[in-house]
């Protein structure tokens, strides 16, 4: 019954590498997201997708792609992984796309520990 | 100055204290507001939007200040529970994005 779930919830790699970290949501939700928490506790968005389509993007680098399947899922792809890449990160979802009259709450994944050595 | 600013703490209270954050915000035409609650190694979870009027949930009140650019979120009775952090969260004007505040530790004391 988990409603937004993510895999692999710990991932430990070598600089350099490629991995994906995948996300899957069953509540219906036409947004998700995917946000960064660095050791510093900061949350930080990165991407939102609604019904498939990229609607932010953020000032991050080009190694992080994501990818949107179906609007249940949104992947998301790390070429040549660098030390800086450790952190946790969230996948979220929402009922649709935020507004300035919505309140849409948004709901999170359990997280991806990564660490890259 | 970051867009949404907490006191990061800790706030060490005995259980049964009253205890409140306030945030800040840069942008004035900000439109949504929120406070979600983050239990260590865990997801964040909404606690509760903000309102313009002001809201309560039980034990928790939410204040927004339009004026001052501020939210705040009372606890009061507080339980062993409520230990977390609590992240202050605004959704900019034009609605895309929403930008989390690090967070107020709370720790709560038998």
């Known amino acids: ?25 069953n509540l219906g939700h036409d947004t998700m997201y995917w946000y960064k928490q660095d050791s510093k506790k900061f949350l930080k968005i990165m991407f939102s997708y609604n019904n498939k389509e990229l609607i932010i993007n953020e000032t991050v680098p ?18 040549s992984l660098e030390l800086g890449d450790s952190a946790v990160y969230f996948c979220a979802s929402s009922p649709s796309r935020l ?10 994944g359990p997280g991806t520990r990564l660490t890259v050595l | ?14 259980e049964g204290a009253t205890v409140a954050f306030n945030c800040t915000y ?15 190694r865990k997801e964040p979870k909404l606690l509760m939007s903000v ?33 977390a952090t609590y992240l202050c969260v605004v959704n900019k004007a034009g609605g895309f994005k929403t930008i989390f505040g690090a967070g107020t530790r709370l720790f709560v004391k038998a």
């Open chain 1, 1 to 25: 019954d988990t409603a937004v779930s993510q895999t692999p919830k710990y991932l430990v790699t070598q600089m350099g590498n490629d991995k994906s970290i995948k996300c899957e949501q």
């Open chain 1, 62 to 79: 080009n190694r992080f792609s994501p990818k949107s399947p179906d609007k249940a899922h949104l992947n998301l792809h790390i070429n």
């Open chain 1, 99 to 108: 507004t300035e009259s919505s309140y849409n709450e948004q709901f999170f």
């Open chain 2, 1 to 14: 100055r970051k867009e949404v600013e907490q006191d990061p703490g800790p706030f060490n209270v005995p």
């Open chain 2, 26 to 40: 840069s942008n004035s035409a900000s439109q949504s507001f929120f406070w979600y609650r983050q239990d260590c």
């Open chain 2, 51 to 83: 309102y313009s009027s002001g809201n309560e949930d039980g034990r928790f009140t939410a204040q927004l200040n339009r004026a001052s650019q501020y939210i705040s979120l009372l606890i009061r009775d507080s339980k062993l529970s409520d230990s």
